[in-house]
């Protein structure tokens, strides 16, 4: 069965300092693993498609890396509107276009 | 261009009562899914349409919950006798054709079950 564990649950930082999250996933064949930034109240929002192990993608101040059990969102020198829920998904290979598997979140506060 | 709209944005209801929640995707494409998010929870699947057919069904929770897409673009999520546990975030994603992979996300209708 296809699963998603997202680590930590939540994460505070000072303005400036680095830091990673972690996406651990078990699927019979990645088609994808995606990355979502959630703000509150709102629907999550598009960040990064990664679909082999080496494979790295940056934006801004966030950098996506996938091996072949986990990725990682590093996001360098944060400021608080870095502040989010980031989501983590994946999508396997069989049948087509299909659903992705969400992890629970990294609910990520960045102070000044 | 408009991303993918949902209406209402909160819908309370009372126990027992149907409820319908709308989708409209972004224009031009023909896959759109449902998902349901519980708080401090991640998505959960509902239900995938290609075109006007689900492709896609396996999770519906039970067969209160009932969708339609008529001709391919807007979507209507149907509830019927709803309960409490109901209450939840649900939320609309579409993708596009050209090889992507990535789901767009509306930003969902708040429902409480009273």
């Known amino acids: 069965e296809d699963q998603v564990t997202q680590s930590p649950e939540a994460l505070r930082l000072q303005e400036g300092e680095s830091s990673s999250l972690n996406c651990s996933y078990t699927?019979?064949?990645?088609?994808?693993l995606f990355w979502y930034r959630q703000d509150p109240g709102k629907g999550p929002e598009f960040l990064f498609t990664?679909?082999?192990a080496g494979e790295e993608k940056e934006k801004e101040r966030l950098k996506a890396t996938l091996t072949k059990k986990e990725s990682f969102l590093h996001i360098t020198a944060p400021k608080p509107e870095d502040s989010a829920t980031y989501l983590c998904?994946?999508?396997?290979?069989?049948?087509?276009?299909?659903?992705?598997?969400f992890g629970a979140g990294t609910r990520l506060a960045v102070h000044p | 261009g408009a991303g993918v709209s949902q209406t209402p944005s909160n819908k309370v209801t009372e126990k027992g009562k149907y409820v319908e929640l709308r989708c409209d995707p972004i224009?031009?494409?023909?896959?759109l899914y449902w998902y349901r998010q519980s708080l401090g929870q991640g998505p959960e699947f509902l239900i995938y349409?290609?075109?006007?057919?689900?492709?896609?069904d396996s999770g519906l929770p039970n067969d209160r919950f009932f969708a339609v897409r008529p001709e391919g673009s807007v979507s209507t999520l149907k509830i019927q006798r709803t309960e409490r546990g109901d209450s939840a975030v649900y939320l609309c994603?579409?993708?596009?054709?050209?090889?992507?992979?990535?789901?767009?996300f509306g930003p969902g209708t708040r429902l409480t079950v009273t």
């Open positions: 349409f290609q075109g006007t057919g689900a492709a896609d």
């Open positions: 998904a994946v999508q396997d290979g069989s049948g087509g276009y299909n659903k992705l598997i």
């Open positions: 699927v019979s064949g990645l088609r994808g």
């Open positions: 994603a579409s993708r596009g054709d050209r090889g992507a992979y990535e789901q767009y």
């Open positions: 990664l679909y082999s």
């Open positions: 224009s031009g494409h023909t896959a």
